[in-house]
């Protein structure tokens, strides 16, 4: 029986039926008799079934298990992006430190401009704090 909720790196929790679908998909040896049972079909041996999808090629297996299975909707496939997406910007919020900006070429004042330290990223993701070593112009040299 799978847990009702899963737990992802950064403490992102999924809703029932995605985790549900996620927890399906890592099971290692018994996936294909899992699909077996949840398509509803006459119970199959799993040695028999095993050998019988695996002879399918990658395609045809693709598809047989997506039949098995059953698509996601939407909303689903929007929060299975979200969870695992490479995209940073969508889980993470870090400290800009302050720093100096020069003026663009249709700036009337061409001064530079002190940009004070902000957040960035959405309010509601996890902060992430990193340790950083100032060099000043005298340490460099040295």
Known sequence: MLPVEWTLPGDVSLHQPLAAMIGFLRLDG?????AAEVSGAEPED???????V??????AR???????VGE???????ELRRAFSPDVRTIRRCMVRGHWRRAGR????ARPRWIKPYWRG??????????YR???ARDADA
């Open 30 to 34: 018994d996936l294909l008799s899992a």
């Open 46 to 52: 799993a040695d028999a079934l095993r050998s019988r």
């Open 54 to 59: 695996g002879a399918l090629p990658a395609r």
């Open 62 to 68: 693709e598809q047989w298990l997506r039949r098995a």
């Open 72 to 78: 996601p909707d939407l909303a689903l496939g929007a």
């Open 106 to 109: 249709s700036w009337k004042d």
């Open 122 to 131: 959405p309010s509601a993701a996890a902060i992430v704090q990193r340790e």
């Open 134 to 136: 100032l060099i000043c």
